[in-house]
């Protein structure tokens, strides 16, 4: 029996509904910063590694009669410790490799499944980071695939499209990213892709890459073959470059312009009120004018209610006319509004990513890590803040 | 008398493991200062301290070391 599982093994027992007891043992800050998430609840035991070392006693507490026991920690050192001091006691305990660290890296391909007539000319795989709730997106036509918003994890994405037996003809960021490292400068000249993001006002990104046009059109799939076109749609508001990519003909990655319960905050630039009417005519002039049957993939998901029973977080448009709050709100001056009163603080931490991410400061990987702990804070939400209120 | 324990380059659980056998091995009234590099160890020690039945945490503090890294510093005093 190995004594280690990787984070990955664990999030499929525990979307599974396996029995097993997820012992959490780092210190009181960081287990309620954030925790381990799953589509069924987790039975979580938390009590820190250092408790276990000052009273050995206590792992005798340990209830073993809820399936297998899995420790986690910060980085998977001391979990692995106080796994072995179990198994010592004839408990059946394990390791996640990693730790915490692992579980915010790791990420879950899922087959976003196409209109009949779409199936088998091309495949969209949803890249589901469960740690932070970031979605990326690996859309994939015979021996060519391009990669949407990666995380700084890129040898995952190298890896799996790999077994796909494809390789990397291009690599967009749908914005610059506030919450989290691209993983795009990166990639993409490993595989001499074209890489593509857009700054926006006062952002010049042209020395780095590879501007794509509002309506322009990319083909994958290399000559002669089936022909996939990925349309480029400018869609301003949560960042004046943000962009969306039309795959097919159904399908829309929004990047954090649109999510499924809400839509991308407008002030983490600090000009709230500039760029909320930015995205408020996105909404009600370029958003508003695609077909209600069009499927909407975001980058980001509040929480694991928002990923449906097919394990894909993705929503009809038509719906979220309907349920998102946001687009419910008529008019720009009372949109404003919302997004002032929706304002919350970014991650103090926001401000060095997206320095990295334009090419202004280098990355420094320990420091990556670090900043990137716990889940993202991309989301408007004026549905937590109207609840607040009330 | 304060005994020095210095711990870095070492990631968790090795400074509080290391941290309590020294205590241990200390007389009562008797202080161990503790040198990490690792950030984590100020929670770590603070949380540690609350269930410690020998130790008390009297100090903690940032600092730069010779080599100019940032090292974090634990004052611990043997109780009981």
């Known amino acids: ?390 | 008398m304060t005994k020095r324990l210095d711990v870095r380059g070492a990631k968790c659980p090795i400074p509080i493991v290391k941290a309590k056998k020294e205590i241990d091995a200390l007389a009562v009234g008797e202080m161990l200062e503790v040198i990490a590099t690792d950030p984590g160890s100020m929670a770590d020690f603070r949380g540690w301290a609350k269930t410690a039945k020998h130790a008390s945490l009297r100090e903690q503090r940032t600092d730069t070391d010779e080599g100019g890294k940032t090292i974090f510093v634990h004052l611990l005093e043997r109780t009981s």
């Open chain 1, 1 to 390: 029996m190995s004594t280690a599982i990787s984070v990955g093994e664990l999030l499929g027992k525990i979307d599974r509904g396996e029995r097993l007891l997820l012992l959490d043992v780092r210190n009181d800050e960081e287990f309620e910063r954030w925790r381990v998430e799953g589509r069924h609840p987790v039975e979580t035991l938390h009590r820190p590694y250092f408790d276990f070392i000052e009273e050995e006693t206590l792992l005798d507490q340990v209830p073993h009669d809820r399936g297998p026991i899995y420790a986690i920690c910060a980085k998977g050192d001391s979990s692995d410790l106080i796994a072995e001091m179990l198994r010592d006691r004839g408990v059946d305990a394990r390791n996640v490799a990693g730790g915490m660290l692992a579980y915010g890296e790791s990420l879950q391909p899922v087959r976003v499944p196409l209109d009949p007539d779409e199936e088998g000319r091309f495949d969209i795989w949803q890249m589901n980071r469960r740690g932070k709730g970031c979605l990326s997106y690996v859309i994939h036509s015979r021996a060519e695939a391009v990669v949407i918003d990666p995380s700084r994890n890129i040898a995952e994405y190298e890896r799996f499209v790999e077994t796909l037996g494809a390789k990397i003809a291009g690599v967009f960021d749908t914005h610059v990213h506030a919450d989290h490292v691209s993983g795009g400068p990166a990639l993409a000249p490993r595989h001499h892709a074209r890489y593509f993001v857009a700054g926006g006002s006062g952002v010049d990104l042209r020395q780095r890459v590879d501007p794509a046009r509002d309506g322009e059109q990319i083909r994958l799939g290399g000559p002669g073959g089936v022909t996939l076109t990925v349309s480029v749609l400018s869609t301003p508001g949560h960042t004046p470059g943000s962009t969306s990519f039309l795959v097919g003909r159904n399908h829309l990655l929004t990047g954090d312009t649109l999510f499924v319960g809400s839509v991308g905050r407008p002030d983490l630039g600090g000009h709230v009120v500039e760029w909320g009417k930015m995205l408020f005519r996105t909404l009600t002039d370029r958003i508003a004018r695609l077909p209600d049957d069009l499927v909407i993939l975001p980058a980001h998901y509040a929480s694991t209610a928002e990923i449906d029973e097919q394990g894909i977080v993705r929503g009809r448009l038509g719906d979220l006319r309907r349920t998102v709050p946001e687009l419910q709100i008529r008019t720009e001056s009372e949109f404003v509004e919302a997004m002032k009163k929706a304002l919350k603080t970014p991650p103090a931490v926001y401000e060095q990513i997206i320095r990295v991410n334009l090419g202004l400061q280098p990355l420094d990987e320990e420091k990556a890590s670090e900043w990137e702990l716990g889940k993202n804070q991309c989301a408007a939400s004026v549905r937590r803040a109207a609840e607040v209120v009330s």
